[in-house]
């Protein structure tokens, strides 16, 4: 293929050079295709292209518009039949995923770039959450200066702002599409894809305001020979944790900071839906609850708070976020949900709570402390969790080292009562 105008100069590559995914349509972006095809090629990478088109087939892709097509069980001229572009789409996200999976197969990739709008957005932020963390994964979009959830789902995706809108080569576009390529090409060389895992994989969810406690926990395990990933629960930590759960061989999880499923329950904003949690307790990962942060729902700016959780007490975070104290009926209906959620474990499950107070707010250094509802939440709370689920209350303030001290004492007895596994 010719080199395409300012991109630069060919480098001698390694005798086998690392691959590099490139999705772009070519029915609307051939000239955008070419550039960044001869800008991966120039940074020394292999590039094979996957070409969701639908209108046409323009040809020189490695995936071509048929084999797409085809991956999703149609011809291309079924999919065109279709006659509506979401069911087109849906039909070519399917193929896409499927046909790069086994291209990866047969010829491993170590990154992937994609150059797109809302809908080639959409089609590469899927196929890109189903491959596995690590592996570098960029869109270049004219969505990225926007919601970009959606596209990134809970993996490491990053996003580039195309800036002006993909139509052309411009003294813009043309730096922004270079750079990206030049970015992947070089995460790319440096990705390895086959390091193995060889020490316990240990997840915790977290908020700032029990950071010292979680420090503690996590210093200690990591002094046990486990790897520690920490996640911030305020609305993507908790979902990412889950997803970890579901693909990779996770030892322990160390659910401390369940602030998104008390979210869900009372409207807050760190929401992550009702099935927050539940991966690792139906995948039979041992388990260790927590209260962490219990002491407050997540709302926005404080006038809004006032008005949607009328009669509370308020910390104000910042000015895009307040902290509103909950009531002893909250927390109820908080035990109730994890209580039901510890129902479907099919693993060891351990539940430590304080009695003293749930996070930094819930002190005397903090702002909306009461000492008065610890104490009937961690009886609610026995009283509810299943017969065999162990509840330890802790005369202790969540952040205090007795706290930390029990449940780094739950999370060894866990991890070594799990069976060996063979070398």
Same mark, same amino acid.
């Given at each position: 293929?010719? !080199?395409?105008?300012?991109?630069?100069?060919?480098?001698?590559?390694?005798?086998?050079?690392?691959?590099?995914?490139? +999705?772009?349509?070519?029915?609307?972006?051939?000239?955008?295709?070419?550039?960044? @095809?001869?800008?991966?090629?120039?940074?020394?990478?292999?590039?094979?292209?996957?070409?969701?088109?639908?209108?046409?087939?323009?040809?020189?892709?490695?995936?071509?518009? *048929? *084999?797409?097509?085809?991956?999703?069980?149609?011809?291309?001229?079924?999919?065109?039949?279709? $006659?509506? *572009?979401?069911?087109?789409?849906?039909?070519?996200?399917?193929?896409?995923?499927?046909?790069? #999976?086994?291209?990866?197969?047969?010829?491993?990739?170590?990154?992937?770039?994609?150059? $797109?709008?809302?809908?080639?957005?959409?089609?590469?932020?899927?196929?890109?959450?189903?491959?596995?963390?690590?592996?570098?994964?960029?869109?270049?979009?004219?969505?990225?200066?926007?919601?970009?959830?959606?596209?990134?789902?809970?993996?490491?995706?990053?996003?580039?702002?195309?800036?002006?809108?993909?139509?052309?080569?411009?003294?813009?576009? @043309?730096?922004?599409?270079?750079?990206?390529? #030049?970015?992947?090409?070089?995460?790319?060389?440096?990705?390895? %894809?086959?390091?193995?895992?060889? %020490?316990?994989?240990?997840?915790?969810?977290?908020?700032?305001?029990?950071?010292?406690?979680?420090?503690?926990?996590? !210093?200690?395990?990591?002094?046990?020979?486990?790897?520690? &990933?920490?996640?911030?629960?305020?609305?993507?930590?908790?979902?990412?944790?889950?997803a970890l759960v579901e693909?990779?061989?996770?030892?322990?999880?160390?659910?401390?900071?369940?602030? *998104?499923?008390?979210? #869900?329950? &009372?409207? $807050?904003?760190?929401?992550?839906?009702?099935?927050?949690?539940?991966?690792?307790? %139906? @995948?039979?990962?041992?388990?260790?609850?927590?209260? $962490?942060?219990?002491?407050?729902?997540?709302?926005?700016?404080?006038? +809004?708070? %006032?008005? !949607?959780?009328?009669?509370?007490?308020?910390?104000?975070?910042?000015? !895009?976020?307040?902290?509103? @104290?909950?009531?002893?009926?909250?927390?109820?209906?908080?035990?109730? =949900?994890?209580?039901?959620?510890?129902?479907?474990?099919?693993?060891?499950?351990?539940?430590?709570?304080?009695? =003293?107070?749930?996070?930094? =707010?819930?002190?005397?250094?903090?702002?909306?402390?009461?000492?008065?509802?610890?104490?009937?939440?961690?009886?609610?709370?026995?009283?509810?969790?299943?017969? =065999? +689920?162990?509840?330890?209350?802790?005369?202790? #303030?969540?952040?205090?080292?007795?706290f930390s001290d029990t449940?780094?004492?739950?999370?060894?007895?866990?991890?070594?009562?799990?069976?060996?596994?063979?070398?």
């Open positions: 293929m010719a !080199q395409a105008e300012g991109a630069p100069a060919p480098v001698i590559a390694p005798a086998i050079s690392p691959a590099v995914l490139l +999705v772009i349509t070519q029915d609307t972006k051939e000239e955008e295709a070419r550039f960044t @095809r001869a800008a991966l090629e120039a940074a020394g990478v292999r590039v094979v292209h996957l070409d969701p088109s639908v209108r046409r087939t323009i040809g020189g892709a490695e995936i071509a518009p *048929e *084999e797409v097509a085809a991956s999703a069980g149609m011809t291309i001229e079924e999919v065109r039949a279709l $006659g509506h *572009e979401g069911k087109c789409q849906s039909a070519m996200i399917r193929g896409a995923i499927a046909a790069a #999976h086994a291209w990866d197969a047969k010829d491993p990739i170590s990154g992937i770039l994609a150059i $797109g709008g809302s809908m080639g957005s959409a089609l590469a932020g899927a196929l890109m959450q189903s491959f596995p963390y690590g592996l570098p994964k960029m869109i270049v979009s004219t969505m990225a200066s926007g919601f970009t959830k959606p596209y990134m789902g809970v993996k490491d995706i990053a996003m580039m702002n195309a800036v002006t809108d993909i139509s052309g080569i411009n003294t813009i576009s @043309r730096d922004v599409f270079r750079n990206a390529a #030049h970015a992947v090409a070089g995460m790319a060389r440096g990705y390895d %894809r086959d390091r193995p895992a060889d %020490r316990p994989l240990v997840l915790i969810t977290t908020l700032g305001t029990t950071e010292a406690s979680v420090r503690r926990i996590r !210093q200690a395990l990591e002094g046990d020979g486990c790897e520690v &990933m920490v996640f911030h629960s305020s609305g993507a930590g908790g979902p990412t944790l889950d693909s990779k061989d996770v030892s322990l999880v160390l659910d401390l900071s369940p602030t *998104e499923i008390l979210d #869900h329950l &009372m409207g $807050g904003l760190a929401d992550a839906g009702p099935d927050r949690g539940r991966p690792a307790l %139906r @995948r039979g990962v041992p388990t260790v609850l927590a209260p $962490g942060n219990a002491d407050f729902i997540i709302a926005g700016p404080i006038a +809004v708070a %006032r008005e !949607q959780f009328p009669g509370r007490r308020y910390h104000e975070h910042n000015p !895009q976020l307040t902290a509103v @104290r909950t009531t002893l009926d909250d927390l109820k209906r908080l035990a109730d =949900h994890l209580a039901e959620n510890v129902r479907s474990a099919a693993g060891p499950v351990r539940v430590v709570t304080p009695l =003293h107070g749930f996070s930094n =707010h819930d002190s005397p250094a903090g702002h909306i402390m009461d000492r008065s509802i610890p104490p009937p939440f961690a009886e609610y709370l026995r009283s509810v969790m299943p017969a =065999h +689920v162990p509840v330890t209350a802790v005369d202790a #303030h969540f952040n205090d080292e007795a449940v780094v004492a739950a999370a060894r007895e866990l991890l070594a009562a799990r069976p060996a596994v063979a070398a």
